[in-house]
């Protein structure tokens, strides 16, 4: 790809040439002109040439693909990059691998302060089973170490961290030599996060938010809240995004709100909505999950946090605030009483003020029937990470074993939830599952359960359009004029309609449809390739010798 030397400057009009872009406006696109953050027109290469001599900028695309810059509808920032940067142990195998890079990690940093890891999952280790605490002392030579599951709702700790927790043991969710969690994991997460400096945690973002920019991700919603991280954290990232070039950040607060005063507050912290992780319950990896029925392979059902009457409570304050609300529900008990909660919520403020809220819940994973159809009557946004299904779906994953494998295959029903009206905003939960907005729209095509897939176009719409309806805004997510110039160029192979099995009609993957082609995402292949991430106009990544 290669472009004139014209000197930065804000807000160039800029035309993009001799490549494919994906717009409804026009299937057949090839060029584009950008001016004052803003898509100003989209057509065909010999209407370009009009427009040549009266731009700042002209970019050669040499083929390359400029699509819509992609959405991640559920991230946590300073997390993400404390996992970029500091002790990861999603890549080990074993139990004895996991406690190998506790120890070379230690003996690399000896400069005291808490260790922060992130990613193991010994669901997928064949001693099936966590590091006890004194494995973990042993590995970690007496130091402080915090380590979450991959799911972030339970973690494992060294015996010097819990000394920095007073009561810690009397606390919901402690056990002796189990993973922690509740109350007790609460805490001790605290307790580590306060030990980052402000300075760390600075790194943290930038480095989290210039790896979402380099996947053509323009914008990011932060689930922030006073269970997963602090106000400082929170408001620290929203300062520092607006005062960079970079993906734009919309940050959600997850505390309960029940009246204006509560309401005004969460705005003053730059929310754009008293929702994220606010939790109903847990993680089905962690077994808090809450379900109707026990797991299949321990005799629980989850953890509640909140129930319908505390649910309708928040949702009618939000609503009578004019704030959108918002929950984690993953277990189908959690979301029983999140939908008793919302229709008990419409009945006091109105069905149609709850539903021009626009309000979303979480995760959503084990749907029913019923509550995917509550789902479109209360008009609530589905915000899902179908990278879950990848990690631990199928008839061996994870949900098999945690559920049964009649359980696990009703688990995260993306077509149902879009026949039924179900607006969908993907997104990673990053670090749970990393930010990759390509393999994410994969996941959804290509899901475990073939009931539950969905067409390449219509996962790539929900990973781009759908994080922007997320947040209340139908004009962004697509580029046709008028629209925020927010786009990401990509090298891939040839563009085709894909469909992921023969009940998508024939017609749509006909050249004469007009369908707009995408990359092929079959499984196996390799994925488009950033070579350039825009934000209102504004380069933001370039992929380096490029």
């Keep these: 790809m290669t472009e004139s030397t014209a000197p930065q400057s804000e807000?160039?009009?800029?035309?993009?040439?001799?490549?494919?872009?994906?717009?409804?406006?026009?299937?057949?696109?090839?060029?584009?002109?950008?001016?004052?953050?803003?898509?100003?027109?989209?057509?065909?290469?010999?209407?370009?040439?009009?427009?040549?001599?009266?731009?700042?900028?002209?970019?050669?695309?040499?083929?390359?693909?400029?699509?819509?810059?992609?959405?991640?509808?559920?991230?946590?920032?300073?997390?993400?990059?404390?996992?970029?940067?500091?002790?990861?142990?999603?890549?080990?195998?074993?139990?004895?691998?996991?406690?190998?890079?506790?120890?070379?990690?230690?003996?690399?940093?000896?400069?005291?302060?808490?260790?922060?890891?992130?990613?193991?999952?010994?669901?997928?280790?064949?001693?099936?089973?966590?590091?006890?605490?004194?494995?973990?002392?042993?590995?970690?030579?007496?130091?402080?170490?915090?380590?979450?599951?991959?799911?972030?709702?339970?973690?494992?700790?060294?015996?010097?961290?819990?000394?920095?927790?007073?009561?810690?043991?009397?606390?919901?969710?402690?056990?002796?030599?189990?993973?922690?969690?509740?109350?007790?994991?609460?805490?001790?997460?605290?307790?580590?996060?306060?030990?980052?400096?402000?300075?760390?945690?600075?790194?943290?973002?930038?480095?989290?938010?210039?790896?979402?920019?380099?996947?053509?991700?323009?914008?990011?919603?932060?689930?922030?809240?006073?269970?997963?991280?602090?106000?400082?954290?929170?408001?620290?990232l929203l300062k520092l995004a607006a005062g960079q070039p970079g993906p734009r950040v919309f940050g959600y607060w997850a505390e309960r709100v029940g009246d204006e005063k509560d309401a005004q507050r969460v705005r003053e912290l730059g929310a754009v909505g008293a929702a994220g992780d606010l939790f109903v319950d847990g993680s089905l990896g962690s077994h808090t999950a809450c379900l109707h029925e026990p797991y299949a392979d321990a005799p629980v059902s989850g953890t509640a946090h909140l129930d319908a009457a505390q649910i309708a409570a928040h949702v009618a304050a939000c609503t009578g605030a004019g704030l959108q609300a918002g929950f984690h529900a993953i277990g189908d008990a959690a979301l029983t009483a999140v939908v008793d909660g919302f229709r008990a919520a419409a009945e006091k403020v109105g069905l149609g003020r709850v539903r021009a809220a626009r309000h979303r819940i979480e995760h959503a994973e084990t749907l029913t029937p019923e509550t995917v159809a509550a789902f479109a009557e209360l008009g609530l946004t589905a915000s899902v990470q179908p990278a879950f299904d990848a990690a631990w779906g199928g008839e061996e994953g994870m949900y098999a074993r945690r559920l049964g494998a009649g359980r696990a295959r009703t688990l995260n029903p993306y077509a149902a939830l879009l026949r039924a009206g179900v607006p969908l905003a993907f997104g990673s939960d990053s670090p749970v599952t990393p930010l990759d907005p390509w393999g994410t729209v994969r996941a959804a095509a290509f899901h475990r359960t073939l009931e539950h897939r969905i067409s390449v176009r219509a996962g790539f719409t929900a990973h781009t359009r759908g994080g922007w309806r997320a947040v209340g805004r139908d004009d962004a997510g697509t580029l046709v004029p008028g629209a925020p110039a927010d786009y990401a160029v990509w090298r891939t192979d040839e563009l085709v309609v894909q469909a992921p099995d023969d009940r998508v009609a024939r017609w749509s993957t006909d050249p004469r449809s007009g369908t707009p082609g995408l990359p092929d995402l079959s499984p196996g292949g390799e994925l488009p390739v950033c070579l350039r991430t825009v934000v209102f106009g504004q380069t933001v990544y370039v992929r380096p010798n490029e």
């Excluded at 404390?82 to 890549?91: P, Q, R």
């Excluded at 001790?188 to 920019?213: E, I, N, T």
């Design 11 to 236: 807000h160039r009009t800029v035309l993009l040439r001799g490549g494919d872009v994906h717009s409804p406006a026009d299937p057949f696109a090839t060029a584009m002109v950008v001016e004052r953050g803003h898509v100003a027109w989209v057509g065909s290469e010999g209407a370009a040439d009009a427009f040549a001599s009266g731009v700042d900028e002209v970019i050669d695309l040499e083929g390359a693909l400029v699509t819509p810059a992609f959405t991640d509808a559920h991230v946590h920032t300073t997390s993400t990059g404390l996992a970029l940067t500091g002790l990861d142990l999603s890549g080990a195998r074993t139990l004895g691998e996991a406690l190998a890079l506790v120890r070379t990690y230690v003996a690399a940093h000896p400069a005291g302060g808490v260790v922060l890891g992130h990613g193991w999952d010994a669901t997928r280790w064949p001693e099936q089973r966590p590091p006890s605490r004194a494995e973990l002392d042993e590995a970690a030579a007496g130091r402080a170490v915090y380590l979450p599951r991959v799911d972030v709702h339970s973690a494992v700790v060294t015996t010097a961290l819990l000394d920095l927790v007073p009561g810690v043991t009397a606390m919901t969710g402690y056990r002796p030599d189990a993973p922690l969690t509740g109350a007790a994991h609460h805490a001790v997460r605290a307790a580590a996060h306060g030990a980052v400096s402000p300075r760390q945690r600075a790194d943290a973002q930038r480095a989290a938010l210039a790896r979402a920019a380099s996947l053509g991700i323009g914008t990011v919603h932060e689930c922030g809240g006073p269970d997963i991280s602090d106000e400082e954290d929170f408001i620290s």
